[in-house]
């Protein structure tokens, strides 16, 4: 069950970085546009 915890954090935490980096993605093609 401790397996299956970390993975779930570990997957959230994955999910953050990625909207993080499509965030950042966007604004800077709103500030090139």
């Not at 069950?1 to 093609?29: G, H, N, P």
């Amino acid at each position: 069950m401790a397996i299956y915890e970390t993975l779930r954090v570990r997957s959230t935490f994955l999910l953050a970085i990625l909207s993080i980096m499509e965030a950042t993605r966007r604004a800077t093609i709103a500030e090139l546009a």
